[in-house]
């Protein structure tokens, strides 16, 4: 089986790579757990200084495999609560890591995809990046932190309309709403992720750990429960006919000749 998860390293750098651009580095259990493995791996070592998260392609992340989704609702098993669980897994795993974590996002990050970009610390964008909601449009809502993250960042009201009323959100809109820390040029995104990396690693090394618990401190708990409700309410809309339909429907969208020519 084919790797979805590189992690390599440059000098104090881990670099966190989505390889499975095939099936637009799309989340599934396989993926949650070669993530989870690389990011056991960093903590595990004491000789990286910052992480980023990045993804070949052009989208960074699809978000969930619907049509693995949409297996597991017609054998009606309980693989899509075991996917949860291990996103879940993983997005603490990354939380807990001591030393920053940098988003690359050089296209759309959709549903999980976008929850993955908002867990972590900072985050660089393309010119060309999209933060594409999706629940709503799939009659679901979210997970992998992103009412969280969302609500934390932009307040209850600002996350809430977001997260019901708009299909995506645009580099620079999301940029204007904090939720991006840098935009660069397509060509440009490695240097200016690194530039940012390099920036925070300037800082000696106790106090960029002691800064990342401090502010992270009051809110890593509360994102631990927050994940388990967002499971709970996620299996619940998954259990609406309205969300077998919508998942249906993406997915022969998605195989029909004019999608695929698009």
């Known amino acids: 089986m084919e790797s979805k998860i590189t992690l390599t390293s ?57 049509r693995q989704i949409l297996d597991g609702l017609q054998r009606s098993d309980s693989s899509l609560e075991s996917l949860i669980s291990a996103l879940n897994t993983t997005i603490m795993a990354m939380r807990r890591l001591p030393i920053p ?54 307040g209850a009201a600002r996350a809430l309309e977001i997260m019901l009323t708009r299909d995506s959100l645009s580099a620079d809109e999301a940029s204007l709403l904090g939720l991006v820390q840098r935009i660069a040029e397509p060509a440009s995104l490695q240097d200016a992720t690194l530039a940012l990396a390099r920036k925070v690693m300037d800082v000696p090394a106790a106090a960029v750990r002691e800064t990342k618990s401090l502010v992270g401190m009051a809110a890593e708990d509360g994102l631990e429960r927050q994940l388990e409700e967002e499971k709970r309410a996620f299996l619940r809309c998954a259990s609406t006919k309205a969300f077998s339909q919508r998942v249906a429907q993406f997915v022969a969208d998605s195989a029909s000749p004019r999608s695929a020519s698009t």
Do not use: P, W
């Open 10 to 66: 440059n000098n104090d750098i881990a670099f966190v790579t989505m390889v499975n651009e095939t099936r637009a580095n799309s989340i599934d259990k396989a993926f949650c757990d070669e993530l989870l493995g690389a990011f056991e791996d960093i903590e595990a070592s004491s000789t990286y200084r910052a992480v980023i998260l990045q993804a070949r392609g052009r989208i960074f992340s699809a978000g969930g495999d619907l």
């Open 101 to 154: 974590v940098i988003a690359s996002v050089q296209g759309a990050a959709a549903g999980a995809g976008f929850s993955l970009a908002m867990a972590c610390d900072l985050v660089v964008a393309s010119s060309a990046a999209r933060f594409v909601v999706g629940y709503a449009k799939l009659g679901t809502s979210s997970d992998g932190g992103l009412s969280f993250h969302l609500a934390r960042r932009l």
